[in-house]
């Protein structure tokens, strides 16, 4: 049984960081590209950030010089370490992991987890 546990999320301030981590369960994490994604009240659900099995990573435009990605392959553990948090990343902060199959992938999501910012 596939499971992906976010944790971290919370109310912080304008300019303050939060640090969101992904632990991942029944799939083969090594081999997975992990991701954060984020929805808005009213707007799509949209791709954050992601990274590699090998290490390489993208950011949305928005966060790009803000948050970071990383992983742990040790701990089946994908995080985002966000700073210079503002108003505009209030969402519901999702994890995601994109899973070879069959010549495919598969995705896999996390419950999701609320980061609030706001003074």
């Known amino acids: 049984q596939v499971q992906l546990v976010e944790s971290g999320g919370g109310l912080v301030q304008p300019g303050g960081s939060l640090r969101l981590s992904c632990a991942a369960s029944g799939i083969d994490f090594r081999f997975t590209v992990m991701g954060w994604y984020r929805q808005a009240p009213g707007k799509q659900r949209e791709l954050v950030a992601n990274i590699g099995t090998g290490g390489s990573s993208y950011y949305a435009d928005s966060v790009k010089g803000r948050f970071t990605i990383s992983r742990d392959n040790a701990k089946n553990t994908v995080f985002l370490q966000m700073n210079s948090l503002e108003p505009e990343d209030t969402a519901v902060y999702y994890c995601?992991?994109?899973?070879?199959?069959?010549?495919?992938?598969?995705?896999?999501w996390g419950q999701g987890t609320q980061v609030t910012i706001s003074s």
């Open positions: 995601n992991s994109k899973n070879p199959f069959r010549g495919g992938t598969l995705d896999y």
